[in-house]
């Protein structure tokens, strides 16, 4: 779509740093990045959504030797990347693709895939493909939006906004797929050592209207639907913990 291109452009015409990109990651030096912007860009010629799944691995594998074969050649030492760092890396590189359609590719793969092909590495990276498309779009340069692990599947920003909380704005914390309010609101409690969890509640905020999620509801899937919507409107959503009201 029309506004695709333009968070596209949008990001290869950023700076590194604006993208959080550490420098010292990659020495100083001018990247070629030709082989990973192949491999997305290779994506759309295939009908297959394993092919399509096995070029965007690719496209994760080659950022991985790119960064480690510049780490080698100046420092003579390979890098480990963490996913803080990958991230985005990987949005640049997806912007330097062009991929226009990366929204289409990721919907496609993401409903037409068996579930258990999507367990570990891959389902990880189709996410990382998702959570890039919804920061590509959300990025704001001017204010410094910097991508963050807190955005991937795996893991779950919360904000706190409770009163006796104020010195805490915000944490990421692991939550699985199908973890729900209950167990969140449990490990919160022992997490911050709080008495009494069942005067607090988890809430989502979408759109400035807050709504208190049910003891059932898996806030990683209402993640999943807020990406999904992000494709097609702009959309402000995110989950805060406080004392219910």
């Known amino acids: 779509s029309c506004s695709t291109c333009y968070y596209i452009s949008s990001g290869i015409n950023a700076e590194y740093g604006e993208l959080g990109i550490e420098e010292e990651l990659l020495c100083g030096q001018d990247i070629d990045w030709s082989v990973p ?82 367990i570990g590495e891959p389902g990880y990276y189709l996410t990382t493909l998702a959570s890039s498309i919804l920061l590509l779009k959300s990025l704001d340069f001017n204010k410094s939006c910097l991508p963050a692990v807190g955005h991937l599947q795996s893991m779950l920003q919360i904000h706190f906004t409770d009163a006796d909380m104020k010195e805490i704005a915000y944490k990421t914390v692991p939550v699985n797929q199908n973890t729900n309010t209950r167990d969140i609101l449990l490990s919160l409690a022992t ?55």
């Not at 990958?86 to 226009?100: D, E, K, M, T």
């Not at 639907?225 to 992000?230: A, K, P, Q, T, Y």
């Open 37 to 118: 912007v192949q491999c997305l860009q290779d994506i759309p010629n295939h009908y297959s959504p394993i092919k399509k799944l096995e070029r965007l691995l690719a496209a994760v594998n080659a950022i991985y030797n790119t960064v480690r074969e510049v780490n080698l050649e100046q420092k003579g030492v390979p890098c480990a990347m963490g996913a803080d760092q990958f991230l985005p890396l990987f949005i640049y590189v997806l912007a330097l693709s062009r991929l226009h359609s990366a929204g289409q590719e990721m919907l496609q793969m993401q409903c037409l895939l068996d579930p258990p092909l999507l």
């Open 191 to 245: 997490k911050f050592r709080l008495d009494g969890i069942e005067g607090y509640g988890l809430y989502k905020v979408e759109d400035n209207t807050e709504t208190l999620l049910g003891a059932d509801e898996c806030p990683q899937l209402i993640k999943n639907e807020w990406l999904v919507e992000s494709l097609e409107r702009d959309i402000s959503a995110y989950f805060t913990f406080h004392r219910l009201r």
